[in-house]
């Protein structure tokens, strides 16, 4: 049996990746904070034969997140894949942008991932290929960002989102180097990915792909082979540039 957590998963992309996980015979845990929304989306997704499990999970709860590392380790003893997903959109104009602005994106963006991802480490480090994904965003990469001609040169509000999401590349290629430095975490692969700009709450559905296209780099990545990427920064067409 593998075993896999995906966090804000109640809808979007996270609902879309535990289908996709779920359809490869894996055992989804659907990661929400609101409970009666997680429970809504488990039975969309068991009323399609998929083994999926809803849970409740606020990521920047601590107390949130360790009632999910022992329901995990008493039900399972152990954890193959834990996507990082779920995520906020906090976008006034970069000018505008406050302080507190940046702290409650970070909070979820950022701390959450750091959060979930230690309190799981000794579940994943007990599988036999661990795999971490963590779903950045396109406005991640610097050189989109950079410069009068770079893609999102223009993009007027991205300031505390894209920053986040660049803190969730660099985190991950942090955690990549430590797992490969320690013996107990070498099998271990951590990607972050992005799903492209797909259609959903978080952008009013104002994508142009659909959250299933966008579940697909992450869910390859979520069941990478042993000769697959570590550290990485994905999209469907590769790597992006840093
Ligand atoms: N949409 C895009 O074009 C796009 C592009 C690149 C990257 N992404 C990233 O993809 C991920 C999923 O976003 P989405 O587009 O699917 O947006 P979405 O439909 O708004 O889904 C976001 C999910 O995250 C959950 N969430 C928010 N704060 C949480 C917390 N503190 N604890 C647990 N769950 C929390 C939400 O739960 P509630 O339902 O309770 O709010 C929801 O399930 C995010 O990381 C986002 O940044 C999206």
């Known amino acids: 049996m593998t075993v896999a957590l995906v966090t804000g998963a109640n809808k979007g992309l996270g609902k879309e990746v535990a289908r996709q996980l779920g359809e490869r015979g894996i055992t989804v845990l659907l990661g929400s904070r609101n409970r009666e929304r997680g429970e809504r989306a488990a039975a969309e997704l068991?009323?399609?034969?998929?083994?999926?499990?809803?849970?409740?999970?606020?990521?920047?709860?601590?107390?949130?997140?360790?009632?999910v590392v022992e329901l995990v380790a008493h039900r399972y003893g152990l954890l193959d894949v834990l996507v990082n997903n779920a995520g906020i959109l906090i976008n006034p104009l970069a000018l505008d942008t406050s302080t507190e602005d940046m702290r409650a994106t970070f909070e979820t963006n950022v701390f959450g991932v750091v959060t979930v991802t230690r309190a799981l480490l000794p579940l994943l480090a007990k599988a036999a290929?661990?795999?971490?994904?963590?779903?950045?965003?396109?406005?991640?990469?610097?050189?989109?960002?950079?410069?009068?001609?770079?893609?999102?040169?223009?993009?007027?509000?991205?300031?505390?989102?894209?920053?986040?999401?660049?803190?969730?590349?660099?985190?991950?290629?942090?955690?990549?180097?430590?797992?490969?430095?320690?013996?107990?975490?070498?099998?271990?692969?951590?990607?972050?990915?992005?799903?492209?700009?797909?259609?959903?709450?978080?952008?009013?559905?104002?994508?142009?792909?659909?959250?299933?296209?966008?579940?697909?780099?992450?869910?390859?990545?979520?069941?990478?082979?042993?000769?697959?990427?570590?550290g990485g920064f994905f999209n469907d067409d590769g790597h992006l540039p840093w």
Do not use: C, W
């Open 46 to 67: 068991v009323a399609e034969s998929l083994p999926v499990i809803p849970v409740e999970l606020d990521v920047t709860d601590a107390g949130s997140v360790e009632a």
């Open 129 to 230: 290929a661990p795999r971490i994904v963590n779903v950045a965003s396109t406005t991640a990469s610097s050189t989109y960002n950079n410069g009068p001609d770079a893609r999102f040169a223009n993009a007027p509000r991205n300031l505390a989102y894209a920053s986040s999401k660049a803190a969730v590349t660099m985190l991950t290629v942090q955690y990549a180097n430590a797992f490969r430095r320690a013996e107990e975490f070498a099998h271990f692969k951590v990607n972050s990915a992005t799903p492209g700009h797909i259609a959903t709450d978080l952008n009013e559905h104002r994508g142009p792909r659909t959250p299933a296209q966008g579940a697909r780099i992450v869910v390859e990545l979520a069941t990478l082979p042993e000769d697959g990427p570590n």
